[in-house]
């Protein structure tokens, strides 16, 4: 009886794995034909962990739940599925801080770590002073670690980040403030990344970004990023992405979440944020994800002025626009110039090198009976408000509605 090669089975259950559901039921299965089978699919089984409620990161289906005895008796009976363990995600409750010494225990049998989010699902969590700083280094501090992410964590030791030479992507989310090592130690060498995320409060974290080595050289080094990705929250937090926007010399996907209702682009100065990086910038992403009444319901007011500015030589060739609309059928006709505007702007030839366009609006609220008018308006809101870039030949155009949980493409 004929057999299929052992690596064409490899990739079959790769795939198996890749579009399994919650829990891996298919991959389980599949892992109790063999020996062989078994040890191909372990490998997905246990490469994603998410230790306590999963709240960040990637979706369900990727990742297996345990809690923290779960974890520590299967790493204790099968230490060698330690090694296997690739990303943890481990959101912090009350009930670990004083499981610390098992934690301990249990992290300290993981090795080849690459990708680590922490979170405390109730408040924040003081980093520099709790029982479980000690189990958290271990899986920081990991050689093989390429990307962080901290969210809902106050008082980080900055001092903690000197050993992770490996680390590529750093990512912080909602509250995050740091704190100076006590001794004042420096840094013996740079943190090369190519990928950073501050979610909230550029500020907050602007000590990463002024702290040197013993060489008097940047702890972070932003010569490679490619990938920079800013909140604006306040008028000190639009200096502070300034500032990170004009030391990046090869960013290639810029993403500027604005979330404050009295601030627009132009107030924010987009063009001047972005000018240090047009030259290498392919990607941008613009985020106006909160309703601003005070601007007459008109989420792009600004927006079409700094774009004006951004045509000419520029190699940017793919642009997401994502607004936030209250659920009524005045924003449309207060908006109504400016997605015209926009429309013309982005389909000129001084944007000659743009090959994509999404546009995603989504309604505040959740779905009504008398929303219906409004989404019939929005439905045809391509063919009526932008019919350059919905028949354009040149440039893909990609509009959405998210309305409620459900996300309408059109």
Known sequence: MPTLPFELIEVILDIVAHSDGPGFPSTKTCALVCYDFHQICRKHI??????????????QATKTNASSAELHQLLDDTPEIGALIRNLEFCIQSVHLAEHCILQRTFQKISHLENLAIDREDGEFQWNDNSLRPALLHLL???TLCHLRLQNISDFLVADLFPCVSLRGLAFSAKFTVFDSPDRRMPEGPLRLRRIKVGHHVESIAKFFSLQCTDQKPFIDLEKLSDLSVGIFSRSDIAHSRLLF???????FARISVSTPWMDFTQIGLFEMLLPTVQTLKHLMIEYPYYNKIRDDNP?????????KLKGNYNIEYI??????????????????EWRRLDTILTSSAWSNLRAVSLKIKLLGHPRVDHLELMSLLEKHPATHLPNLSSSKAILFNFSIHRGSRLAQM
């Open 46 to 59: 246990f490469a994603s962990i998410a230790l306590g409620p999963i709240t960040i990161g990637t979706v």
């Open 300 to 308: 792009l007011t600004g927006l079409t002025i700094e774009l004006e």
């Open 320 to 337: 997401t626009i994502s607004v936030l609309l209250p659920p009524v059928l005045d924003c449309m006709e207060n908006t109504e110039s």
């Open 141 to 143: 501090q990991s050689p």
């Open 246 to 252: 004009s030391r990046c010399k090869r960013l290639s």
